[in-house]
Nanobody, 121 residues
Framework: QVQLVESGGGLVQPGGSLRLSCAAS????????MRWYRQAPGKQREVVAI???????NYGEPVKGRFTISRDNAKNTVYLQMNSLKPEDTAVYYC???????????????WGQGTQVTVSS
């Protein structure tokens, strides 16, 4: 089995910072792209940031210049550093990873359970 476990969410004032972590555990052969998504109440889930196994990154327009995605391949962990947070960043943040458990079975997508981020004064 594979698990993705997020941590680091919470309540923060506008302009503040939070760092989310997502650790993948279990029987893992390799991890390809890792992503952060978010979903606010009444809205569709949207991609926040993507990082490839080689470290290339891409960001959604609302977070460019404020959020930074990174990963530690040795720890099978992806991070999301969120700075200059705004009330509109309030959402449940989900980790997603494309990974291979067994080469013969190919690559599959796995999701974490989500962590709440609330930006409010």
């Amino acid at each position: 089995q594979v698990q993705l476990v997020e941590s680091g969410g919470g309540l923060v004032q506008p302009g503040g910072s939070l760092r989310l972590s997502c650790a993948a555990s279990g029987s893992i052969f390799s991890i390809n792209d890792m992503r952060w998504y978010r979903q606010a109440p009444g809205k569709q889930r949207e991609v926040v940031a993507i990082i490839t196994s080689g470290g290339n990154t891409n960001y959604g327009e609302p977070v460019k210049g404020r959020f930074t995605i990174s990963r530690d391949n040795a720890k099978n962990t992806v991070y999301l550093q969120m700075n200059s947070l705004k009330p509109e960043d309030t959402a449940v943040y989900y980790c997603n990873a494309d990974l291979v458990r067994v080469p013969a079975l190919g690559r599959k997508s796995y999701w974490g359970q989500g962590t709440q981020v609330t930006v409010s004064s």
